[in-house]
Every structure is written in C-alpha cells, then in structure tokens.
C-alpha cells in the first residue's frame, strides 16, 4: 500500500445559532443527495455539529461546483431556521 496523497484540509462546525439538533441531522441526510463526502467530527472525536472538509482529493475544476453543493446542502438544512442566503464559490483560475 503506497503512501497517501496530500492534501489541504479544514475543520468547520455548524452554528447553534443557525442549526439545532434537528438542521444537524437534516445537513448529514442530505449530503448523499448533493453527492458529498464529508467526514464527521464524531470520528475525531467531536460532535455531529463538526466535519472536516478535504481539498487536496478533487481536481480543481470539481472543487467549486463541489463547494457549491455544499452551500445548497446547508441552506437546505437550515431552511426551517433562517431565510435561504446564496453563497457561491467559483473555481480557482
């Protein structure tokens, strides 16, 4: 087995202001149906509330629809809390 690939990474938690226990089980729900992988903070020892979000793994011409996804994923999580905001994210140059 060769060694893995690098790659950037961060850390990122949903807001309580912004997602209860509920909007959190409705992001995790819904990451399958934007075709997202995200890896759980329960796996690293945080809540449900965290995940780690790689960058190093998609080419950067998937990158900024796959961040794209992600902000349709949250809205829709949080819609019940907070009016729908866009966030967009364009593909590096």
């Given amino acids: 087995m060769g060694a893995p690939g690098r790659g950037a990474l961060c850390c990122l938690r949903l807001r ?3 997602f209860d226990a ?3 089980a409705r992001f995790w ?3 399958p149906r934007h075709d997202l ?3 759980c903070g329960s796996w690293f020892g945080e809540s449900e509330r965290a995940f780690r979000l790689g960058f190093g793994y998609l080419p950067p ?3 900024g629809p796959a961040l794209s996804a992600l902000s349709a994923a949250l809205d829709a999580a949080a819609a019940w809390h ?3 905001h ?3 994210f364009d ?3």
């Fill in 37 to 39: 992988q995200l890896a």
């Fill in 29 to 31: 729900a819904l990451l």
């Fill in 61 to 63: 011409d998937r990158l």
């Fill in 86 to 88: 866009h966030l967009h």
């Fill in 82 to 84: 907070r009016p729908r």
């Fill in 16 to 18: 309580t202001d912004a």
């Fill in 22 to 24: 509920a909007a959190v």
């Fill in 91 to 93: 593909p590096p140059p």
